[in-house]
């Protein structure tokens, strides 16, 4: 099912879920908005912290509202959640231009660069190498 595409997500990504942080239990539209908000001057610095990505385990559906498991479809309403889904890092986004892709060398979905480059790694650390 492929409804609201464009009427829901947050400024970093288009989809159709919100993630519950494990860290602090409150909802955000993703780990970039809940770094943002828990880690803004007026948080007090003992407060601040990351989302540990890794560890979402909760979405809520922004269709039908109903929180779940990671999944790309909404158990509720059926809802894709995210064109793109990688259920290493619990990641969604409707963007697919970006080509996404999982690295398993770096641990991290990251987006095909616009010129196609060769990647190796060097502890941890994706390069992308001159063609």
């Known amino acids: 099912m492929d409804l609201g595409a464009e009427q829901h997500g947050c400024e970093h990504y288009t989809r159709r879920c919100r993630i519950r942080a494990p860290c602090c239990g409150e909802v955000f539209g993703c780990r970039h908005c809940h770094n943002q908000a ?30 779940q498991d990671v999944q790309q479809n909404c158990s509720g309403c059926g809802a894709c959640m995210g064109k793109y889904f990688c259920e290493k890092c619990n990641f969604f986004d409707d963007d697919i231009s970006k080509k996404q892709y999982h690295c398993d060398g770096c641990g991290i979905c990251r987006q095909v660069p616009n010129l196609r480059s060769s990647f190796f790694h060097q502890n941890v650390y994706c390069f992308s190498l001159p063609e």
Do not use: F, T, Y
């Not at 948080?43 to 979402?56: A, G, N, Q, S, Y």
């Open 38 to 67: 828990k880690n803004s001057l007026e948080v007090d610095l003992l407060d601040r912290h990351e989302i540990p990505r890794h560890e979402i385990s909760k979405v809520i559906c922004s269709l039908c509202n109903k929180e």
